[in-house]
């Protein structure tokens, strides 16, 4: 089955700094990537997602790249602010007509201010 | 708030016993998918119900069972608990069966004794 491997499991940058958070996947039919984030106590929150014939995807301060061939993918966060302090989750799954969603380990965000 | 809602949020019991978590879906949704997150294992996909019938099977223990009623809520009965049952239960919503965008719920944090 899919396997996500997601680095690092912890991340700590200064406020106004960038974040780079780094998943491979290894099932090649993949072809939907959810990054979510999940703050102590809540549930996670889809913030950004890629699909597999698009290279990169931006909203605001978040931008996601693919790297279909390398199997790899990326959550770039820029200025970040306190309250993106949350641990991120990196997804992979086969899409329409697959409904399993194989999550990475997590990385454990924080912005010092 | 993503308009998926769960019951209890937090639930105390004894090994052996038997425990009821209850979703509601976001209005519309005709899916429903059931994780487990622990410590140790991440997010594990456990199963997945579109409009009443079951549609994926992930991780899910042969003590576990999972229901989705005509009004689309679901239910993810536990028996025989274990001391490594202890974690937090989230349920996901979606629009239909191959949806792409899963929202979750706050989760049930289950506490085995």
């Known amino acids: 089955g899919e396997n996500v491997e997601q680095h690092p499991s912890t991340l700590s940058v200064q406020e106004g700094d960038s974040a780079v958070i780094k998943c491979t996947y290894s099932?090649?039919?993949?072809?939907?990537f959810p990054w979510y984030k999940q703050e102590l106590g809540k549930g996670p929150q889809l913030i950004i997602d890629i699909r597999s014939n698009v290279g990169e995807k931006k909203d605001q301060r978040i931008a996601v790249t693919l790297n279909k061939t390398a199997k790899h993918f990326s959550l770039h966060i820029t200025e970040t602010q306190p309250e993106d302090s949350a641990v991120y989750f990196c997804a992979a799954s086969k899409g329409r007509g697959y409904q399993k969603v194989t999550f990475g380990t997590g990385t454990k965000l924080q912005v010092i201010p | 708030d993503s308009g998926v809602t769960q019951t209890p949020k937090h639930l105390i019991t004894a090994t052996g016993q038997r425990v009821t978590l209850r979703c509601s879906p976001r209005?519309?949704?005709?899916?429903v998918y059931w994780y487990q997150q622990s410590l140790d294992q991440g997010l594990q996909f456990l199963i997945q119900?579109?409009?009443?019938?079951?549609?994926a099977k992930g991780n899910i223990l042969e003590r576990f069972s999972a229901q989705q009623f005509p009004d689309l809520h679901s239910e993810l009965n536990l028996s025989s608990l274990e001391l490594g049952d202890s974690a937090l239960y989230f349920c996901?919503?979606?629009?239909?069966?191959?949806?792409?965008?899963?929202?979750f719920g706050p989760g049930t944090r289950l506490t085995v004794t």
């Open positions: 119900y579109y409009n009443g019938e079951e549609r």
């Open positions: 209005s519309g949704d005709l899916s």
């Open positions: 996901a919503s979606s629009v239909d069966s191959p949806g792409y965008e899963q929202y």
């Open positions: 099932d090649s039919a993949s072809n939907y």
